[in-house]
């Protein structure tokens, strides 16, 4: 398996170096990582505690939040971990699962969290991931059924572009490769594994030499699983759609737990959209000219809608992130956009 696994890794390698590079993935993920930024700025720099979004419905059960720190305190690690999903198996027990069910992750990397200060969740369309930075730098853990999954996903951490040849190494006693690209004083290490039949794992990390990213790597345990939850829910959906994915940021801040989530709404014919809430409370609401049900929502240039429900923005991508859907489905969708009570305690999600 893992000379297949080198050969596979060294002809993905290969072409990545000598293809053309793709500007499309590059400008749109500047420009979300630049709309976060200004929002982040817009949400640190205003006064007192955030107000908690729109009670789910009147029969809800209020509850009140607690998953905040004192002024001037950050919150623990437990903070960047994702509710336990009971009764679910872990990645080791039903490999066919994973990437399967966008609401569940079927490994735990409690131990990798301990000093990161935001970790992204992610799962469905074939993926389940976690990306944490902190302190001691960044790194990124995803977990698919093929090795084209892995080979698809975009790069998101710097390098000098010039990956090494891989090495055999193992992983908690099972086989797999391991190859570093330069990047300053640190290289970004690649280890790439398969922790049972059928699935394979891949830690992208900053480490200073191969033991430390393949000892990083035998943290990652997959006898458990936890609930990819975001503070809101979709209730009307486009005829035939479903969901397809979900991904959720949480932060050890003295302002809360919650940074951003989105869900990804799709059907078989390949038509997908993302809805995404991100809290800036204190906002003042914008004019908003169009109706999607109880909300006023406004037009954010040709593809994206925007409406304001305290304290989240909410904004659905119609093309870009998404294909195929109409406006007029972006509003139907935004129509059935219930939030949570509490935005710092994952649990009540």
Known sequence: ?????????????????????????????????????RLRRRWLTMAGTAATCVVLAAAAVMVVPFNRAPDGAILPATALVLP????????????????????????TTDSLLSDATSA???????????????????ARFALARSVATLDGLQQTMS???????????RVEGRPGVAWFDPSGDTKLWFVRWQPVDGLWAQLDIY???????T??????????AHRCVVPFRLQSLPPGGRLLGCSVTLLRSEHGSFREASLVVGDESG???TVRAQPVPGRDPEAADLVAGPYRARRQGSDVLEMYVKPCVVE??????????????????????????????????
């Open 207 to 213: 480490a200073t030499g191969r033991d430390e990213a």
């Open 120 to 138: 992204t969740w992610s799962a469905g369309r074939g993926v389940e991931s976690v990306e944490f930075q902190g302190p001691a730098g960044q």
């Open 159 to 169: 390098s000098a572009g010039r990956p090494q040849p891989p090495v055999d190494v």
């Open 1 to 37: 398996m893992s000379s297949d696994l080198g050969q596979q890794l060294a002809t993905t390698l290969r072409h990545h170096a000598g293809g053309d590079v793709d500007p499309a993935p590059i400008v749109e993920h500047a420009r979300r990582r630049g709309h976060r930024l």
């Open 215 to 224: 000892d990083a790597a035998s943290r990652v345990r997959f006898d458990g």
């Open 84 to 107: 336990d999903a009971p009764g679910q198996p872990g990645a080791i027990a039903r490999p066919e699962v994973v990437g399967a069910d966008p609401g569940v992750v079927h490994f």
């Open 271 to 273: 038509r997908w959209l």
């Open 316 to 349: 659905a991508f119609l093309k870009g992130w998404g294909n195929g859907y109409t406006e007029s489905d972006g509003l139907t969708v935004l129509s059935g956009y219930q939030p949570a009570p509490d935005l710092d305690h994952p649990d009540t999600w």
